[in-house]
């Protein structure tokens, strides 16, 4: 049975499984997000997509890691369509406009609430902080580029200690911010953390987002392969993921 309602922030979700995956299924992620970043609770959220799904195959930890999420998302139309045609009633959430809900409400509820961006290459974390500063005045935003050695990554855990933000986007790429984030959220215990992938470049303009027709049509993918032509041994993972709910839905 899907669970519609969030309810109370604390209160357990219902598992929808995608290829032996969970994805739960709510009418509001950035309303329930924000009930738990009220109420202290720190959240683990996996932004799940088909690539994501076939890279678990072969990857357990990786696995492992979405399966001890609080939150794990349908980010990708085909966890979508998975889902529908298994009879359930579900609504794509990208994790960009995930993000985005909550940098735009985050504040309203608590100025004090302090967002840090890690991740991407040098100066596009600190230029994307700068991007929503404008946007939205009231946003506190600290940053840090992904490219760091042993001794400034320590550095870097050591700030989030001290700051303990309440919101972390991380964008390292998969599986790497999702194992980042199961290793060290322990840090920030009562924080949200997401990884948004190359939400960085989009909100600088060093790439651009899919039009809303491909986005509508559920052909972001495709668009993504025509921006980088290079992904395309990674865009495998589509069809192999297509031919795997097939199997799975006539088994």
């Known amino acids: 049975m899907t669970e519609k309602n969030f309810g109370s922030p604390l209160s357990p979700l219902t598992e929808n499984l995608v290829l032996g ?31 994501m799904v076939m890279q678990s195959q072969k990857n357990s930890l990786l696995a492992k890691m979405i399966c001890q999420a609080d939150l ?5 139309a085909g966890v979508v369509l998975y ?6 009633s579900i609504q794509r959430c990208p994790g960009i406009e ?11 509820q608590n100025p004090d609430n302090l967002v840090f961006f890690y991740g ?23 940053s840090q580029h992904g490219y ?11 700030t989030l200690a001290q700051l303990q933000p309440r919101l972390i986007f991380v964008a390292l790429g998969v599986p790497r911010q999702e194992l980042w984030i199961a290793e060290n959220k322990h840090i920030c215990p009562q924080a949200i953390w997401i990884g948004i992938g190359g939400s960085f470049d989009i909100w600088t303009g060093v790439k651009e987002r899919a039009p809303a027709w491909f986005c509508n049509n ?22 192999k993921f297509a031919w795997k709910t097939l199997m799975d839905i006539n088994s």
């Open 21 to 51: 995956l969970p994805v739960h299924c709510l009418d509001d992620y950035s309303g329930y997000l924000l009930s738990r970043l009220e109420a202290g609770v720190g959240t683990y959220v996996v932004t799940l997509n088909a690539e």
């Open 72 to 76: 794990v998302i349908p980010d990708g």
């Open 83 to 88: 889902l529908r045609l298994k009879g359930k």
């Open 98 to 108: 995930l993000a985005e809900s909550l940098l735009w409400q985050a504040p309203k």
């Open 120 to 142: 991407g290459s040098p100066g596009v974390a600190m230029k994307a902080a700068e991007t929503w500063q404008e946007k939205v005045p009231l946003l506190s935003i600290a």
């Open 148 to 158: 760091l050695s042993s001794a400034e990554e320590k550095e870097l855990l050591q």
């Open 218 to 239: 559920s052909l972001e993918w495709l668009y993504r392969l025509y921006q980088e032509p290079w992904r395309w041994r990674r865009m495998l993972a589509v069809p």
